[in-house]
C-alpha cells in the first residue's frame, strides 16, 4: 500500500517529500517517526553491521572565550578531509552565530569551502535551510562531486578496501587517473598520507606520524567511509558548485536571506598550504560590503587584514585557536555585528 506523508497536514517543515511504498502494518510507526523527526532539529543516522541507527541527540553546549581554544574533541568530525586550515575548532562560534537569527538562513554559502566542516555543520545540524559550498582546487572538487552526485559508495567501498602499503600508495598516487571516481579516491588519499595533510605540490609522506604509525596513522577507513556516507544521506540539503566563489558571492549578493561564511585562503600561509592559493583580499572585503545577507568571515590575525576591515566598517574580534603543531595562536572574526559574539566572552 503506498502511503506519502504529503497526505498529512500541516507538510513537513524540511521541504521536499517522497513517496514510497511500505507495508501498510508499519505506515503508522513510520509516520510516527518521521513526525518526531520533524519536530526535532537534530537528528544523526548512525551505520553499524547490517543496520542503520537512527538517533535523536543534542550537540552538545560547547563552552568557550576568546582566550581559551575550542577544544576539536568536543566537537562533530564530518569531513572526509583532513585540512590545513580546517574549521572544526570554529564549529561553535558558527552555531552561536546561526543561531542569535530570528529564523535560519533559506541559505548558508561558502565560497570557499575546503574540506566544508561549516557547511556541513550546517546541514547536519539544521542551522539553514540549504547550504552552498564552493572550491576551485580541482581534485578537492571531484571528491565532493563524487560524494554528492551518485558515486558515493564506490568511493565508500574504495577507502575500505585499499591495501595501504607505501608501494600502493606511492602506485597510486603516481598514476594517471581515468576517471572522476578514481581521481577523487587519489585526492582523499594524498590527503590522508601526506604530511598535514598539504596537498600543495612539494608535499611529501608522513614518515613517523602519529604514535609512531607511519602512512596509517590519519588513515581510518571505517571512519572515512562512514562519513561519505553519512554526507551522501544529506545530499538533498547539500548544493556543490565547482568554480570560483567570487563568482558564487556575486550571484546571491543581492539575496537578503542568505548567510555568508568566508574562509579565504591567507594572506600569510596560502602559498604553502593550497594549490589555489591566489585571491584577491581587498575585492573580497568589497564585495561583502555590498552583500544583502549577514556573513561571517575568518582570517590571519594580521595589521593588514584589520586595517581592510576598518576600512570597510566591519567589526573584528580576535579568537584563539590551536594550529595542527598544537601551539596557541588568534584569528580574527569579522561580520558587521559581532554583539552575539560579545555575549559568548
Do not use: E, K, M, P
Given at each position: 500500500m503506498a502511503r506519502s506523508?504529503?497526505?498529512y497536514p500541516p507538510k513537513w517543515k524540511s521541504g521536499k517529500t517522497t513517496v514510497i511504498r511500505i507495508p501498510q502494518g508499519i505506515a503508522e510507526e513510520l509516520l510516527k517517526i518521521a513526525r518526531r523527526l520533524d519536530s526535532s532539529p537534530k537528528f544523526i543516522i548512525r551505520e553499524e553491521p547490517n543496520a542503520l541507527i537512527l538517533e535523536l541527540s543534542q550537540p552538545r553546549r560547547v563552552r568557550y572565550t576568546a582566550e581559551k581554544p575550542v577544544n576539536v574533541s568536543s566537537v562533530p568530525h564530518r569531513s572526509p578531509f583532513r585540512y590545513p586550515g580546517g574549521k572544526t575548532w570554529l564549529v561553535p562560534y558558527i552555531r552561536d552565530w546561526l543561531r542569535s537569527k530570528s529564523q535560519p538562513p533559506a541559505l548558508l554559502i561558502e565560497p570557499f569551502a575546503g574540506g566544508a566542516i561549516v557547511s556541513l555543520t550546517a546541514a547536519f545540524e539544521r542551522l539553514a535551510k540549504h547550504?552552498?559550498?564552493?572550491e576551485l582546487d580541482e581534485d578537492v572538487a571531484c571528491v565532493w562531486r563524487v560524494v554528492l552526485?551518485?558515486?558515493a559508495e564506490w568511493l565508500a567501498k574504495q577507502i575500505l578496501t585499499f591495501d595501504l602499503t607505501l608501494e600502493n600508495v606511492r602506485k597510486t598516487l603516481e598514476n594517471s587517473a581515468s576517471d572522476l571516481c578514481e581521481?577523487?579516491?587519489?585526492t582523499i588519499l594524498r590527503n590522508r598520507v601526506q604530511r598535514g595533510g598539504i596537498m600543495a605540490p612539494g608535499a611529501g609522506l608522513v614518515k613517523n606520524g602519529e604514535k609512531g604509525r607511519g602512512l596509517g596513522s590519519r588513515w581510518y577507513p571505517d571512519t572515512l567511509a562512514r562519513r561519505i556516507r553519512e554526507i551522501n544521506r544529506l545530499k538533498d540539503k547539500l548544493t556543490f558548485v565547482s568554480g570560483d566563489g567570487f563568482a558564487l558571492i556575486e550571484e546571491h549578493k543581492?539575496?537578503?536571506d542568505a548567510a555568508f561564511y568566508i574562509d579565504p585562503p591567507y594572506t600569510v600561509a596560502a602559498r604553502r598550504l593550497y594549490r589555489r592559493w591566489k585571491i584577491d583580499h581587498s575585492r573580497l572585503f568589497s564585495?561583502?560590503?555590498d552583500c544583502e545577507g549577514d556573513f561571517l568571515m575568518s582570517y590571519?590575525?594580521?595589521v593588514e587584514v584589520a586595517e581592510m576591515a576598518k576600512k570597510h566598517g566591519f567589526e573584528t574580534s580576535p579568537i584563539a585557536m590551536k594550529n595542527t603543531h598544537h601551539a596557541k595562536m588568534t584569528e580574527l572574526l569579522i561580520g558587521r555585528d559581532l554583539s552575539w559574539l560579545q555575549d559568548k566572552h
Open positions: 506523508s504529503t497526505t547550504v552552498v559550498f564552493c552526485n551518485g558515486h581521481r577523487a579516491f587519489q543581492c539575496d537578503g564585495l561583502l560590503r590571519d590575525n594580521t
